[in-house]
């Protein structure tokens, strides 16, 4: 599975929208982007996923690039309970009995902090 | 649904004794993982099970821990002998093999004196 980059800390106010960058430059063309985030004490919780396209749920948004290179994860507007560790990660497409693809690899995420 | 189960929530032991964490996935899922979690060492995928049958168990730390999942509904991770260096945050999670999404547990707190 490709490797991710994200920044170590970001701050947001609260109301306002939290923008969490993820680069994924040795992405290959099977492989997902997920977005996973863990808020203190609890297990890890899933958030959204996409291939190529955007994508949006009842949660947040995800922008990935035409290279697929880079994405964004949008919280549009991050309340103090959004407080959390967010970790993006690439997961490789195949399945089935035998294949890797449900595997998660989870790196450092970038710690988000949500401010009145 | 309840989501993930996992049981006890907390388990201080002393070293040397054995210690069982157990996991009750969301129903319909195919797929089971157990995870650690430490300070230094983040969250580390220790094994998982397809249709019950155990895919990866390469991120095993030693011998001393084994993990079975004799039905599609229960799934145990065991230590034995524990030691100290063990305390962690031990997740369970599961998912669907087509939808891959993976929904965690809450985590038994694992602490070995």
């Known amino acids: 599975d490709a490797k991710t980059t994200q920044p170590p800390s970001m701050d947001c106010a609260e109301g306002r929208a939290a923008n969490l960058p993820c680069n994924h430059s040795?992405?290959?063309?099977?492989?997902?982007v997920y977005w996973y985030r863990q808020i203190h004490s609890q297990g890890p919780q899933y958030i959204i996923h996409g291939l190529k396209n955007n994508e949006t749920n009842e949660m947040a948004s995800l922008i990935i690039t035409e290279d697929r290179k880079s994405s964004t994860l949008i919280l549009p507007h991050a309340t103090l309970r959004d407080t959390a560790v967010y970790y993006c990660i690439v997961r490789g497409g195949g399945g089935g009995l035998t294949g890797g693809g449900n595997k998660l690899t989870f790196g450092t995420g970038t710690q988000l902090k949500v401010e009145l | 649904d309840a989501g993930v189960i996992q049981s006890p929530r907390h388990e201080v032991t002393e070293m040397g004794q054995e210690v069982t964490l157990r996991c009750k996935p969301i129903?319909?899922?195919?797929?089971l993982f157990w995870y650690r979690q430490t300070m230094m060492r983040g969250l580390e995928l220790l094994i998982y099970?397809?249709?019950?049958?155990?895919?990866?168990d390469s991120g095993m730390p030693e011998d001393r821990f084994s993990a079975k999942m004799p039905n599609a509904s229960f799934s145990t991770l065991k230590i034995q002998p524990s030691e100290p260096r063990d305390s962690a945050v031990y997740f369970c999670a599961s998912s669907d093999l087509i939808a891959g999404s993976q929904y965690f547990g809450p985590g038994t707190r694992l602490t070995v004196l």
């Open positions: 099970f397809n249709n019950n049958v155990p895919i990866d």
């Open positions: 040795t992405i290959s063309g099977n492989e997902y």
């Open positions: 129903s319909g899922h195919n797929s």
